[in-house]
């Protein structure tokens, strides 16, 4: 187990970095440490980290599949971009890192976050086991309604100084395990507003009506290729129909069913650049049984063809 502060990026964290101050850094390095137990999903590193400003640009290669849970910052949004891909979220949050995936983002001001990282060769077993979906699958979604992830990480981060203690590894391995599916829970279905008293030193006031619509959109981002029923939505968060659509376009810029579309649209751009599936594979993923219709709203959603997107015409959103 490493602490410290330092102007310069400790461990991992130095890869590909442009630019970055790490205020404060923990992390439990348990590749080479034996197991008593043969649990089947071994942690590579854990760890906990503050940073200042930070720019980062590269291509997730070194380590294997990490879950990146960003628990608070000074901005109200991080924006990542993923092998061109824009995506967008509140904290807290988390990133999933997949190997081979190309990232970029920019962090204004300090972020704190807490990772797990698992070894490379371990994504079909992860794939298997249901915590990833693969290729297309979305990197970001929001935790904001889970105060037991604090609990959690704070007893984790406890037992880095007796990594080398016999069972300490071994218990380590399973909470991570642990964390990891509630994290995936959360982004399959998400639970509903809440303080985040513990820990982070605020108290939240109930979330209003407009806080619960911002929840369920960035819900429909870990949900957009799934069917939604927008009026049994309405009906769930305690509004009308009519009460629910006019908040939501006000709040999100468009109409409930024109905001799936496009988060649909963007899970095929990822689709297209990450998968083997074909252009009418991706059409019908999205639910778009026209393989001409999904082409134009393509087109006038990214300004080029799925084909040409595919081949690395396009480089992020149009908008």
């Known amino acids: 187990m490493k602490k410290g502060r330092s102007t310069a990026a400790r461990g991992h964290v130095a890869r590909h970095i442009l630019e970055q101050r790490i205020d404060e850094i923990e992390w439990c390095s348990l590749g080479d440490v034996p197991r008593r137990l043969r649990f089947p999903f071994p942690v590579t590193v854990v760890g906990w980290i503050i940073t200042g400003a930070v720019h980062y640009r590269g291509t997730h290669r070194s380590f294997g599949t990490e879950f990146c849970v960003r628990l608070r910052s000074c901005d109200a949004t991080a924006v990542d971009f993923v092998n061109g891909v824009r995506h967008e979220c509140s904290f807290p949050h988390v990133m999933m890192k997949r190997h081979g995936e190309r990232h970029e983002y920019r962090a204004s001001g300090w972020r704190e976050a807490f990772y797990i990282i698992y070894p490379p060769g371990m994504e079909a077993a992860l794939r298997r086991a249901g ?189």
């Open 131 to 319: 915590v990833d979906d693969g290729h297309g699958a979305l990197p970001m979604w929001p935790v904001g309604g889970a105060p037991d992830l604090l609990d959690s990480i704070r007893e984790m981060r406890a037992l880095f100084p007796r990594r080398l203690e016999p069972g300490v590894a071994d218990e380590l391995d399973a909470r991570c395990w642990a964390l990891v599916t509630r994290l995936v829970a959360l982004r399959d279905h998400p639970a509903k507003p809440a303080a985040l008293e513990k820990g982070l030193g605020k108290v939240f006031s109930r979330p209003s009506d407009d806080d619960r619509i911002r929840a369920f959109s960035m819900s429909l981002q870990a949900r957009c290729m799934k069917p939604v029923d927008f009026a049994a939505e309405a009906r769930a968060l305690g509004f009308s129909r009519s009460v629910f659509y006019r908040r939501f376009t006000a709040l999100v810029g468009e109409p409930p069913e024109k905001h799936l579309a496009n988060l649909r649209l963007d899970a095929a751009a990822r689709l297209l650049r990450e998968s083997p599936l074909s252009i009418k594979q991706v059409a019908f993923a999205i639910h778009d049984k026209s393989p001409s219709h999904f082409a134009a709203a393509f087109k006038a959603r990214f300004g080029t063809t799925p084909r040409a997107w595919r081949d690395g015409g396009g480089s992020g959103f149009s908008g």
